[in-house]
């Protein structure tokens, strides 16, 4: 499986943005989701999750509420929508796929894929 993250880019304080993690080669309709972000100079850190079957979301506390995750299994594609973003999403945004579920993955957690980053800037 290859993935591939899109959607980054510079946007103000207070601003939107919507990620895109494409995946070709198999399909994801069987495999859970997971966002990672990793901001300069820190470790990566685990940011959304959803489950395959159950389409069960889970968030990192710091961006409950303003990330909403989803996908669409037609497409092979997972999103991760961001609203009302603050100098601390700052971050390389990555997306990865695994058989296994984990609510909430530790940034040593072993992933069965790992895409493609994509750098979102957030300016005050």
């Known amino acids: 499986v290859q993935l591939q993250a899109s959607g980054g880019g510079l946007v103000h304080v207070g601003g939107s943005l919507r990620l895109s993690c494409a995946a070709s080669?198999?399909?994801?309709?069987?495999?859970?989701m997971y966002w990672f972000r990793q901001a300069p100079g820190k470790e990566r850190k685990f940011v959304s999750a959803?489950?395959?079957?159950?389409?069960?979301?889970s968030h990192a506390d710091s961006v409950k509420g303003r990330f909403t995750i989803s996908r669409d299994n037609a497409n092979n594609t997972v999103y991760l929508q961001m609203n009302n973003l603050k100098g601390e999403d700052t971050a390389v945004y990555y997306c990865a796929a695994d058989r296994n579920w984990t609510s909430r993955p530790s940034s040593a957690h072993a992933m069965d894929y790992w895409g493609t980053g994509t750098l979102v800037t957030v300016s005050s």
């Open positions: 959803i489950n395959w079957r159950f389409s069960i979301a």
């Open positions: 080669g198999r399909t994801l309709s069987r495999y859970h």
